[in-house]
């Protein structure tokens, strides 16, 4: 199993740029490159794995962050995870997200948190083996800004 490297250059995030964009296919790679300088300025954390037949390639990343909130106390936040398609099933989502949880353990929290989108039925498959279970629904109001 491949080991999970953090993303603290621009040649790393610029490695990732293949499975961000399969998550996020509407961002453009200027624009992805700004919104991560801008995430990490908020302690935003993106650690990825490489393909183990090609480790020129990322196949899955996860980036997360700390927050505290009413409802959890501080936890940590999994703001973004995918796997490209051909390298789903090898355990590289369940790699990234024992990472996260080790953190969350060695720091004393009392949970990790996610949103997902509601038609990512594999995903929420994923989550459900690894003890996530569905706390909420998230809403969003679209506006006319930015």
């Known amino acids: 199993m491949p080991s999970i490297q ?18 996020r296919p509407s961002l453009r790679s200027e624009q992805m490159m700004e919104l991560l300088k801008q995430m990490q300025e908020e302690k ?5 794995v490489t393909a ?3 480790p020129s390639r990322v196949a899955a990343f996860a980036g997360f962050r ?15 995870l995918a796997c490209l398609p051909e390298f789903q099933g090898r355990g590289y989502a369940t790699l990234l997200l024992n990472h996260i949880r080790g953190i969350a353990e060695k ?10 989108g509601p038609d990512r039925l594999d995903a929420h498959k994923l989550y459900h083996r690894r003890g996530y279970y569905i706390s909420a629904f998230h809403f969003t109001q679209p506006l006319a800004g930015k």
């Open 6 to 23: 953090y993303a603290l250059t621009k040649e790393a995030f610029m490695a990732c740029t293949e499975v961000i964009q399969y998550l």
């Open 107 to 116: 720091e004393g929290l009392r949970s990790v948190r996610l949103d997902s």
């Open 44 to 48: 935003y954390e993106l650690i990825y």
């Open 52 to 54: 183990e037949e090609d």
């Open 66 to 80: 700390h927050r505290t909130m009413l409802v959890s106390g501080t936890t940590i936040y999994i703001d973004d």
